[in-house]
């Protein structure tokens, strides 16, 4: 009897531990295997499926339960330096762009030389060359003055055909273009520091694209260029400054403060430009109205800060030359506030008219040194009197 009893205890354990194994969850090893090689998230079978031959960087991971998880996104890559661009060279390019500035200005020279060459020079006549003229913006004073030098010209030598009315017309001309003064731009370092170059007008009048062609023109000619962003109340126009020097591969000095202090950012500019020993220090001014003496002060200003550095070796004042004899009134107002040393006229290739060239340089005494002839990069180019007036003159 004990032994039938012995015999129903053991035959109960066997079966206890039998049901025990026949019931434990199978799988769990493949759930710590998941986790610890990052296959799996848990044991609920919720973590992420990394399925063969994808990209797991840019494709998206899918979950036990078969939905799509959003995709993992790359690092974002840095972006790719800028190309620098090698402008070419400004000698000559005035020659080149001759034919702009000749279609600008043919009806002018063509409207003289036809009056001149006339049967019969009358009052009537030498009236009507004066006309044209002032019509042209070259102003009353030189128009009367270059009126009664042809005349005499034309009582002296007395024949008039095409070719000598042609040479007669030229000279006349060249002789009111051309002047004295130096046009070429004092760009050589001196005394261990750069040339600073003041760039001053009013709005409107391509101020800020001029600093950035001349920038390139400079580099264009081996030249190292700081640029001074000192029109501080216009962002656009320290954006504009900053991408004109990135092109070329000029530093610019700005302040990523709106309505920053001008002559701050003037002084900090022309610093830097001593420490990184470059060539030629430009600096961008805000654009003024003529008549707004605040502003004007302000402008006084910016150069009185310079120098406390350094010597401003050039002023130069853009003119819009479309605007005719309302930029001669502009240039007034700057000459008396800061030393003008040359002008700059853009758009001569539009619907200016050359005369401008003549009245300014005789209303302020100082040359034209550089004009705006297109809208590309390289557009601006160093003023020659014998060039413009042989486009003129359709030559």
Not at 77 to 103: I, T
Request: aromatic residues 2%.
């Amino acid at each position: 009897m004990e032994y039938i009893i012995l015999i129903v205890v053991l035959a109960v354990l066997i079966l206890a531990v039998g049901g025990t194994m026949l019931l434990r969850p199978r799988g769990t090893r493949g759930v710590r295997r998941g986790r610890a090689g990052g296959d799996l998230g848990s044991g609920t079978g919720t973590g992420t499926i990394t399925r063969p031959g994808t990209d797991t960087d840019t494709a998206g991971t899918e979950t036990a339960a078969g939905t799509q998880a959003p995709p993992v996104p790359r690092p974002a890559e840095p972006p790719a330096p800028p190309v620098l661009e090698k402008p070419p060279p400004s000698a000559g390019r005035m020659m080149r762009l001759r034919a702009r500035l000749a279609r600008s200005q043919t009806g002018f020279g063509a409207a003289l030389l036809g009056l001149l060459s006339r049967d019969r020079l009358d009052d009537d006549t030498w009236d009507e060359i004066e006309e044209v003229l002032i019509t042209a913006d070259v102003g009353v004073t030189p128009a009367r003055q270059i009126v009664s030098d042809l005349r005499t010209r034309v009582k002296v030598e007395g024949s008039r055909t095409p070719e000598e009315v042609r040479s007669m017309l030229r000279a006349e001309l060249l002789a009111q273009v051309d002047t004295a003064a130096s046009r070429a731009l004092r760009t050589q370092r001196h005394e261990g520091r750069p040339a600073v170059i003041l760039v001053v007008g009013v709005n409107g009048t391509g101020k800020t694209t001029t600093v950035g062609k001349l920038a390139r023109s400079l580099i264009g000619d081996g030249e190292t260029v700081v640029l001074g962003a000192a029109d501080t109340f216009r962002a656009a126009a320290v954006d504009q400054l900053q991408t004109w020097g990135d092109r070329v591969g000029a530093q610019t000095v700005r302040s990523d403060k709106d309505g920053a202090d001008p002559a701050s950012v003037a002084f900090e500019a022309v610093s830097q430009g001593i420490e990184s020993e470059a060539d030629v220090v430009l600096i961008d001014t805000a654009g003024r109205l003529h008549t707004k003496t605040g502003l004007m002060d302000e402008l006084d200003k910016v150069k009185r800060v310079i120098e406390k550095r350094t010597s401003v070796d050039e002023v130069l004042l853009v003119l819009d030359a479309t605007t005719g004899q309302n930029g001669l009134r502009q240039a007034r107002v700057f000459a008396e506030v800061v030393d003008v040393s040359g002008i700059v006229l853009t758009k001569l290739d539009g619907t200016a008219k050359g005369g401008i060239v003549i009245a300014v340089q005789r209303e302020l005494g100082v040359p034209v040194k550089l004009v705006g002839l297109g809208e590309g990069p390289d557009d601006l180019a160093p003023f020659d009197a014998e060039t413009f007036v042989d486009a003129i003159l359709g030559d």
